[in-house]
């Protein structure tokens, strides 16, 4: 089994690498950009870090949990694309488009634009929406 902190590409695509990119903010570093936390949060979803996710996560939208390990089938997430980042003084969105497939499914599309939101220099997810196609 491969060690978490040798993972390259990093599960978010960054060719870098997981300890290069969104390792270091998985133990506590501060994600310079709202598109660092989004990304840094689906490489959460992807190794299954239900503690940082919901560290990141808003207060006023923050569920009390996820249940990660408790979901079956789990998904397999099988890649992301950042597509748009904007941000203005302490607010920001991402539009992102991840792909997973539950089980033995077959992959889907999920296409959101994230709002985040910037407190004491650290970024947190506020909540999505999907956008109309
Ligand atoms: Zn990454």
Known sequence: ???IDTLTPCPCGNAAG??????????GDIAPTAEHLMRSRYSA???KR??????????DT???SLNLAAQHPSPTWLGLEVKHHAQEGDEATVEF????????GKAQRMHEISRFVRKHDRWYYLD???PEH
């Open 1 to 3: 089994m491969q060690a």
């Open 18 to 27: 997981y300890a290069r990119c969104c390792g270091p903010l998985h133990e």
């Open 45 to 47: 979803y992807v190794l």
């Open 50 to 59: 239900e503690d940082y996710l919901l560290a990141t996560w808003h207060p």
């Open 62 to 64: 923050r569920p009390a």
């Open 97 to 104: 488009v991840a792909r997973l497939r539950h089980g033995g």
């Open 128 to 130: 999505g929406h999907f």
